[in-house]
T-cell receptor, first 114, second 118 residues
Framework: DTGVSQDPRHKITKRGQNVTFRCDPI?????LYWYRQTLGQGPEFLTY????????KSRLLSDRFSAERPKGSFSTLEIQRTEQGDSAMYLC????????????FGPGTRLTVL | AQKITQTQPGMFVQEKEAVTLDCTYD???????LFWYKQPSSGEMIFLIY??????QNATEGRYSLNFQKARKSANLVISASQLGDSAMYFC???????????????FGTGTQLKVEL
């Protein structure tokens, strides 16, 4: 399978714990995006990378959130001191910068904070 | 103001019929792109179709076509010959700025839940 993969698919955690999600984009894609989707809403942009550089962050991304893409390949999204309001689906997408008319999405990581 | 508005929270269509899902957008950028994605209950976002703001013709992809009316700022998705497998949530999204520019984050609407019936 050469699509975007995300791990884990589901995560249940207690309030105050830290969690980390991983995204593996399509191998030749240099752009990687993180979105968050809450129940009944469309995805909302969080941040994006071109290669290893994080070029834009949404105001939704509080100080408790950090994302990395250390070698321009996979990316991690960490949430520190989770809150119940962080419960959502976290979606990763990737694209080629020269063909950004299609972003390919992964299956998402569903986070539940108890 | 909402950048992407989808006014139909839910739609029903009979199998083999055509259905139109509405989407209006708001941007002052002359260069933008409009997307439709399908999200089945499994959660994965599946790309369906893309329309660039400078494209002269309406986009088509198999049974999907995009009715792009630039002056009205609408980008409705038409699904022809509906199938049971088309039952899903459908999202309209917009990218603002030129294709070769930076960013290219997508702004999504709230979606339309489509149910295809026998």
């Amino acid at each position: 399978d050469t699509g975007v993969s995300q791990d884990p698919r589901h995560k249940i955690t207690k309030r105050g714990q830290n969690v980390t999600f991983r995204c593996d984009p399509i191998s030749e894609h240099n752009r990687l995006y993180w979105y968050r989707q809450t129940l009944g809403q469309g995805p909302e942009f969080l941040t994006y990378f071109q290669n290893e550089a994080q070029l834009e962050k949404s105001r939704l991304l509080s100080d408790r959130f950090s994302a990395e893409r250390p070698k321009g390949s996979f990316s991690t999204l960490e949430i520190q001191r989770t809150e119940q309001g962080d419960s959502a689906m976290y979606l990763c997408a990737s694209s080629l910068s020269r063909a950004d008319n299609e972003q390919f999405f992964g299956p998402g990581t569903r986070l539940t904070v108890l | 103001a909402q950048k992407i508005t989808q006014t139909q929270p839910g739609m029903f269509v009979q199998e083999k019929e055509a259905v139109t899902l509405d989407c209006t957008y708001d941007t002052s950028d002359p260069s933008y792109g409009l997307f439709w994605y399908k999200q089945p209950s499994s959660g994965e976002m599946i790309f369906l179709i893309y329309q660039g703001s400078y494209d002269q013709q309406n986009a088509t992809e198999g049974r999907y076509s995009l009715n792009f009316q630039k002056a009205r700022k609408s980008a409705n998705l038409v699904i022809s010959a509906s199938q049971l497998g088309d039952s899903a949530m459908y999202f309209c999204a917009m990218r603002e700025g030129p294709l070769t520019g930076g960013g290219n984050k997508l702004t999504f609407g709230t979606g339309t839940q489509l149910k295809v019936e026998l």
